[in-house]
């Protein structure tokens, strides 16, 4: 009697990505659209990639495109699994623990499986618009179908070996919550690329060879690098190159087994028991001696640990942090920017008082039962906003020193920071006034910032809120102004310093005053509306 032949575990695993693609769509009609939708505009972009740099093969070093390009997509596929977990159910290996696979069949049916999928696709049109741009003869043809071959199967090792190493982390609740900080790596890379084209508009390609010919030796861009290699001749150039990215390829190939290995025999860390917390309390016992006693001192600490802990406040400081600083700072290292791009800090920064009870959620219930009066609730909005200053103040000062120095405009140091630190003052003022009068709930799941049918409000409430602080910044902003346009002594500027700090403080004390009162007289409207997430 025959023995059938079990089928390869290879083609076992692409038939499920396949079917898990197949099976998706059938959910819903409008998760059909979408993936359609978003299919044809991935590939169509990915097509008007591939013919661009088609035209770059006829135009001078179009290797400062097509090698960097190659280091950035590489980049993309080491930092999406991270933040974007949940788009490829594939990506946990520990779905298949129970099976009786083996490590090294189960890395191959996976690596081939991975290249199944709109991602795979488009990476594989961008590096061959990349091998085009830059093969010329037979030798560098030959080399640009290996290069793109390695340069793809690299990407998605190099994906899965990440996925793989902090898999643990990405299934847990706080692995999930990772993907909120994606919104900071955008901001930021904006203002990068931003910064590159303007610098590439003004100088050319040509500037960009230096980049190009160290990333040439970085697998996998390496691989591209050996296309140019060999198109010019340099053969021993072009094999070493291509054998960098493979040994690449090997290593991550390796590490992956190791982890898949490590996974599918020790036990999940998560259902140890911890031994001891004692180092816990004396981080918290450390911080609390730092902070004043009483109701202030409690709602300071229960602040920052929200910012230091809730994924979404974490996400919304560290975005702020990053954009005050990058917006004066890239501006004037171009040569473009104004010193006064430095208040930019203080605007993104006092934001954050915006909605404060919406940042608690449903746990605000708990700070409503010790609101009683007027007086409670001046104490808690006060240590909200102290809790604040405790980040803001220092930082909107050192990012003003930072772009002073870097424009080189010294004297005019005191008028700015006290423009910034009477707008800081005043939206502190206008955040717990809109925080009582306007509060909004905050979903604790997913991208999105208000929930569905309190949009309008959010917007309201910030962008009246902003509005009313520059209204209420307008005497400084009015002293700032008639001191550098008339014929004053320039030495008077320096009071604008005293004097924005002194207004900036004096408004906030009269906005916590003003909304004490209307926030006690409001709590029950205040619970509701921020509950609703």
């Known amino acids: 009697m025959t023995t059938a032949t079990p089928p390869s575990v290879t083609s076992v695993l692409v038939r499920l990505k396949l079917s898990l693609l197949r099976n998706g769509l059938r959910q819903s009609t409008g998760r059909r659209a979408a993936f359609v939708a978003s299919a044809v505009f991935t590939l169509l972009f990915a ?26 997509l590489a980049l993309g596929w080491a930092v999406m699994p991270l933040f974007f977990p949940s788009g490829d159910e594939t990506l946990d290996p520990t779905r298949l623990v129970m099976l009786p696979l083996r490590p090294e069949p189960l890395v191959r049916g996976l690596l ?5 999928g709109i991602g795979p696709v488009f990476t594989l049109l961008v590096l061959a618009g990349c ?39 990405l299934t847990s609740r706080k692995g999930r919550d990772l993907a909120v900080l994606s919104g900071l790596v955008i901001a930021i890379g904006a203002q990068l690329v931003n910064f590159g084209a303007q610098r590439l508009g003004s100088g050319g390609l040509g500037q960009v060879r230096p980049v190009a010919d160290v990333l040439a030796w970085v697998p996998p861009a390496s691989a ?106 890239f501006n004037a290292i171009q040569g473009t920017g104004s010193l006064y791009f430095a208040c930019f800090a203080s605007g993104m920064l006092g934001i954050q008082m915006y909605n404060q009870f919406g940042q608690d959620s ?91 049918g309190q949009a309008g409000l959010a917007w309201i409430s910030i962008f009246g809120g902003m509005v009313a602080a520059a209204l209420l910044c307008s005497p400084v902003i009015a002293a700032t102004i008639w001191l550098n346009v008339s014929d004053q002594d320039a030495g008077w ?34 619970l509701v509306a921020v509950s609703k997430g």
């Not at 640009?144 to 090792?157: D, F, M, N």
């Not at 229960?302 to 974490?314: A, C, H, Q, S």
């Not at 980040?391 to 424009?407: F, Q, R, S």
């Open 47 to 72: 097509v008007l990639q591939l013919l661009g740099f088609v035209a770059l093969r006829f135009q001078s070093h179009p290797e400062s495109v097509a090698v960097p390009g190659v280091a950035v």
């Open 112 to 116: 081939v499986s991975s290249l199944v």
């Open 362 to 452: 449903s746990a605000f219930w708990m700070v409503a039962m010790t609101i009683s009066s007027p007086r409670d609730a001046y104490a808690e909005l006060r240590g909200r906003a102290l809790a604040l200053l405790l980040i803001t103040l220092p930082y909107a000062t050192l990012v003003t020193v930072v772009t002073t120095a870097l424009l080189g405009d010294w004297s005019r140091l005191p008028e700015v920071l006290g423009l910034s630190l009477a707008l800081l003052g005043a939206m502190l003022a206008t955040g717990a006034w809109t925080s009582a009068r306007s509060p909004y709930s905050i979903p604790q799941e997913g991208h999105k910032n208000v929930v569905p």
């Open 493 to 526: 500027a320096w009071l604008l310093l005293p004097v924005g700090l002194a207004y900036g403080a004096a408004l906030a004390l009269t906005g916590l005053r003003l909304a004490a009162p209307k926030t006690a007289a409001r709590l029950p409207e205040i």
């Open 131 to 169: 091998g085009l741009s830059l093969a010329h003869g037979v030798a560098g043809w030959i080399f640009a179908v290996a290069g793109v071959a390695v340069a793809l199967l690299t990407c998605v090792a190099l994906a899965r070996a990440v996925a793989a190493a902090n898999v643990r982390l």
């Open 224 to 329: 591209l690098g050996a296309v140019r290699s060999a198109s010019e001749g340099s053969y021993g150039t072009a094999l070493a190159q291509l054998a960098l990215c493979a040994l690449l390829l090997v290593l991550l190939i390796g590490g992956w087994a190791r982890n898949l290995t490590r996974l599918m025999t020790s036990p999940d860390g998560s259902t140890l028991q911890v031994a001891d917390d004692g180092g816990r309390d004396r981080a918290s016992a450390g911080l609390t001696r730092l902070l004043p006693t009483g109701r202030t001192g409690a709602v300071m600490e229960r602040t920052l640990r929200y910012i230091w802990r809730d994924p979404k406040t974490k996400a919304a400081w560290v975005t702020s942090l990053a954009i005050g600083l990058i917006v004066p700072v």
